[in-house]
């Protein structure tokens, strides 16, 4: 008697393992966005639903319901899944906002060929700088006060600037004080800069920024408790 295929008698009550994980993902960040926002599913709904429902009506008093409804669908979910990413940027930045390498975070999620560096430089007192390599040139983002950040980010600039040559180097502050531009609006600032170089400017650029030496040392006296600063590098050995 011929052997039936392997799994061939549970085809039928098989489960594709991946879109189960993409079910409960996006539970997951339903559940996130209802506990930033109660109203924002609702809403998401209610668009979907609304859009579907008027293109019903509209195809049904013009006789065109079988080319509205498959329309009015597909633009009915599409306009709920783009209002949900909305809304889930938005809990995402809310859920991060005040932590400790928010910006970086920020930074590592954008799309376009980034280089991110996290902590590039830091103090004792937690002010920490990020750098972003990209088409713009070097970005600097700084997490902290502004009252010490501003001397930190000029530092950094300087010593960027010996291999960066006429590379334009941009410098932003994240937070809620004055002159710093909240964690939600990082990305966005970060995308609308002028694209200065080539793809090709780009990778040289990363190469010389990989040549200077690391400037991030572990500061004097006890650390802080509300943090931990990263490890000093180790000497090289001659």
Known sequence: MAKKPSG????QGDVDPASMGRIKQIRMVAGVIRKDNPKAMPIVFLIGIGVIAV????????????FLIPLGVLIGLGGAMITFGRFAQSAQ??????QPGAAAAVLQSMRGGWTVTPAV???RNMDVVHRAVGKPGVILVGEGAPTRLGSLLAAEKKR??????????YDIQVGNEEGQIP???????VMRLPRNLKPPEVSELNYRLKALPQSLQAPKGPLPKSGRMPKPPR???R
């Open 93 to 98: 930045y809310a859920a991060v906002e005040g």
């Open 121 to 123: 430089s830091a103090n």
């Open 55 to 66: 293109c019903v009506a509209v195809g049904l008093l013009t006789n065109t319901a079988g």
């Open 183 to 189: 964690i939600r609006r990082l990305q966005r600032k």
């Open 235 to 237: 000497p090289r050995s």
């Open 160 to 169: 960027i600037s010996r291999v960066a040559y006429d590379v334009p180097i």
């Open 8 to 11: 061939a008698a549970n085809r």
